[in-house]
Every structure is written in C-alpha cells, then in structure tokens.
C-alpha cells in the first residue's frame, strides 16, 4: 500500500513539473518580441507595439522581383518628386541569396521599380565647396551621383541644394510616421532622444538625418 501511495506521489510530482515547464514554454513565447530596425532613424522596435504603414498592394506587385523574399513590408519613409515617388523599406533575411538586407530606397517612376541601398544615399553629404549652377533635377542620391572620399572613407554628394532639400523632407516625413506608428510624440521621443540613438546615427554616418532628429528634439513636445 505505501508503495502504491509512493508512486501515486511521485506520477504527481511528474505531472506538476511537467505543467510547470510547459507553462513557462507558453510564457516565453507569448512575451518573445519580433524586432525590427527603421532603416532611416536605426531605432529597433518591437512589431507587436509599434505599427508602421504596409506596403500598398499594387507596389508589391510592381516590385515583386525586387521585394522578394521579403515578408516583412513596412513604409519608413514615403516623399514624390515630380514624376517620381521615393520610399524607404527594411529589407528582411533573404532565403534564396542567403543575405540580410540593411535597408531599401525604392525608387517608382513610370510604373516600374528601382531599388537601391537606402544607406549609401542617407550618408551622402553636401559637397565640400559648396553648390554650383546645375540643371539637377530634384531627386534622392542614386548609385550614379557623385562620391568624395576621405581617408579611405567614402560617401555619395548632393548634386543641388534641392537635392538636399529634398533628403531632408524624406527624413522628415520618416520621423513624421515614426511618431504615428509609436502611437504618439511622446512615446516616440522615449524612444528616438537619446544620446545613444545620436551615436548610433553618428557612427553610423548618417549626418542629415542626425540633423532632422536633433532639430525635432530641441523642440518641446
């Protein structure tokens, strides 16, 4: 009887650990967050709380070559410039070149879709002796706009003070939707006024958008 007793013990012990384990299981994975990068501000975030604007259907399918394998479709940054229309995606791990993409700019002009890195043209800079008289149109850095290097260091150049203008605006509209997919101003700013996020921007290279971010902070909410 006691040895009955004993077992009877023992099967319990076994069944409550078993749920213990199991419940913890269950913890983990609901509390595991899915985290993304903004490829313009470099602010990660958890997807579950901060929700950006998808990817309208018809680009998706335009720029199915370029987007694919990329489950993850969210516009950063959207700004149209004459006949074209700029948009800022994070790319997602690719299966089928076994790569991680940094991050998009999408370039949509004439029903067709263009794709560069978005972080060559959020480094570039203006050029160090100043604009000159250009027929520039007003477009984002491309891989054919101008680079300058320094000590082995290399960035693409603004061909006008338009082209410039118009970063800024890209940048400017990222924090805009930022704001909203944080679900405010002030939750943003927890986020993005942070001497580490400026370091990062910084080592980063990403000087204009370093500019726009501090400008937003200095002001009061």
């Known amino acids: 009887m006691k040895l009955i007793n004993k077992s009877v013990q023992m099967l319990c012990c076994s069944i409550f650990l078993l749920s213990f384990i199991e419940s913890n299981a269950q913890i983990k994975n609901a509390t595991k967050r899915e985290m993304r990068t903004n490829p313009v501000l470099l602010l990660e975030y958890d997807i579950s709380k901060v929700k950006y604007e998808q990817f309208p259907i018809t680009y998706i399918e335009m720029c199915a070559k370029e987007l694919s394998g990329e489950k993850y479709r969210r516009i950063y940054a959207r700004i149209r410039s004459g006949e074209s229309e700029y948009l800022a995606n994070m790319g997602v791990w690719n299966s089928n070149i076994e790569d991680y993409n940094e991050g998009d700019l999408i370039l949509i002009k004439n029903n067709k879709c263009e794709m560069f890195g978005i972080g060559g043209a959020l480094m570039a800079l203006p050029p160090k002796n100043g604009y000159h008289k250009t027929t520039s149109k007003d477009t984002l850095p491309w891989f054919d706009s101008p680079n300058e290097c320094v000590n082995g260091q290399c960035h693409l150049v603004f061909r006008s003070i338009q082209e410039e203008q118009l970063m800024r605006s890209f940048v400017r509209d990222a924090i805009q939707r930022a704001i909203t997919a944080y679900g405010g101003d002030v ?34 909410p």
Do not use: W
């Not at 939750?187 to 980063?204: G, I, N, T, Y």
């Open 187 to 220: 939750h943003f700013r927890v986020q993005a006024c942070k001497p580490e996020e400026e370091k990062e921007l910084s080592e980063a290279g990403f000087s204009i958008v370093l500019q726009e971010l501090k400008a937003y902070c200095s002001k009061a």
